[in-house]
């Protein structure tokens, strides 16, 4: 089967499945929130850039796992262009799904162990596209791996996943396109976490880390860095002060350490490297 044909077949099959899951799910939570920053960065940019990002998320439970799905929208401010010239700021659309099939309970089987209260298998995608000046990413991403889900407040679920990426930039500055190129199938360590607490006042501790290992040459021919992601925030629940239900309003502060952005070398790209505050807001419904 042809790379694209498979990739389109692939994602068509990802969706139906989210589909039917959502219409059978035990539990649902679903979002939209806000969150702000001022030193944000991008690979071959020595610029802070500013970005507004408006998150649509949804998890919920079915009887054999659960779905995942999240899409940014981010705006950036002028230091990350629209398009060579333009004093406006670049927009992208990046989307993740997963869904995680609890194994022990397809097959009736308890797999816990230790610290470990379930085994999975996860799948899923990645897509974006952004409007730069410079690189305008298309990116699409299959996502396949075992996933461990531990027995902690709230969750911590850990797996290492097999990634098949690819692209097709377009340089603004060049005027240049790119046809879709696949990079070598790499892998990543994953985890992502909500964990529930009282300090006096009602908190969570959330987010994600992702370890990414090289993934060959790049579409230009250079080479490509292992990369860390690392994104997490403090939440208060400030639904009990305003008469909401537990867990509808949230606010709180985020810290995101992403090294070797995309794969781009920090020793030799500027900008590669971003080490970003933000405030956070959410609301769940």
């Given at each position: 089967?042809k790379?694209?044909l498979?990739a389109?077949t692939a994602?068509?099959a990802l969706l139906?499945?989210g589909?039917v899951?959502?219409h059978a799910?035990d539990?649902?939570?679903?979002?939209?929130s806000?969150?702000?920053g001022?030193?944000?960065?991008?690979?071959y940019?020595n610029?802070?850039?500013?970005?507004h990002v408006?998150?649509?998320?949804?998890?919920?439970?079915?009887?054999?796992?659960?779905?995942?799905f999240s899409v940014d929208?981010?705006?950036?401010?002028?230091?990350?262009p629209?398009a060579?010239?333009?004093?406006?700021?670049?927009?992208?659309a990046y989307?993740?799904?997963?869904n995680?099939?609890?194994l022990?309970?397809?097959t009736g089987?308890?797999?816990?162990?230790?610290?470990?209260?379930?085994?999975g298998a996860t799948?899923g995608?990645?897509?974006?596209?952004k409007?730069?000046a410079?690189?305008?990413?298309k990116?699409?991403m299959?996502v396949?791996g075992?996933?461990l889900?531990?027995?902690?407040?709230?969750?911590?679920?850990?797996?290492?996943?097999?990634?098949?990426e690819?692209?097709a930039?377009?340089?603004?500055?060049t005027?240049?396109?790119?046809s879709?190129y696949?990079?070598?199938?790499?892998?990543?360590?994953?985890?992502?976490?909500g964990?529930?607490?009282d300090?006096g006042?009602p908190?969570?501790f959330?987010?994600?880390?992702?370890?990414?290992?090289t993934k060959g040459r790049n579409?230009?021919?250079?080479p490509?860095a292992?990369e860390?992601?690392v994104?997490?925030?403090l939440m208060y629940?400030l639904s009990p002060a305003?008469?909401a239900?537990?867990?509808?309003?949230?606010l709180g502060i985020?810290?995101q350490y992403?090294?070797?952005?995309?794969?781009?070398p920090s020793k030799?790209?500027p900008?590669?490297?971003?080490?970003?505050?933000m405030?956070?807001?959410?609301?769940h419904f």
């Amino acid at each position: 089967m042809k790379p694209h044909l498979f990739a389109h077949t692939a994602l068509a099959a990802l969706l139906a499945t989210g589909a039917v899951a959502a219409h059978a799910a035990d539990w649902s939570d679903t979002s939209l929130s806000y969150r702000y920053g001022t030193k944000f960065a991008e690979p071959y940019n020595n610029d802070d850039i500013s970005k507004h990002v408006v998150n649509f998320s949804h998890v919920s439970g079915y009887k054999y796992g659960k779905n995942f799905f999240s899409v940014d929208f981010l705006l950036s401010d002028e230091n990350d262009p629209s398009a060579v010239g333009a004093d406006s700021g670049a927009h992208e659309a990046y989307a993740v799904y997963r869904n995680t099939v609890d194994l022990g309970k397809v097959t009736g089987a308890n797999l816990a162990f230790g610290p470990v209260r379930g085994v999975g298998a996860t799948f899923g995608f990645d897509v974006n596209s952004k409007t730069d000046a410079g690189y305008n990413s298309k990116k699409r991403m299959l996502v396949v791996g075992p996933t461990l889900m531990f027995d902690v407040p709230g969750f911590l679920d850990v797996g290492l996943y097999a990634l098949r990426e690819s692209n097709a930039p377009f340089n603004g500055f060049t005027q240049t396109s790119t046809s879709r190129y696949t990079y070598d199938t790499h892998a990543m360590l994953s985890a992502a976490w909500g964990i529930p607490f009282d300090f006096g006042i009602p908190l969570s501790f959330e987010g994600y880390a992702n370890y990414i290992g090289t993934k060959g040459r790049n579409e230009f021919g250079g080479p490509t860095a292992v990369e860390i992601n690392v994104d997490m925030q403090l939440m208060y629940d400030l639904s009990p002060a305003v008469g909401a239900a537990k867990n509808t309003f949230k606010l709180g502060i985020e810290y995101q350490y992403w090294k070797n952005k995309f794969g781009n070398p920090s020793k030799t790209v500027p900008g590669a490297t971003a080490r970003t505050p933000m405030v956070r807001a959410e609301y769940h419904f």
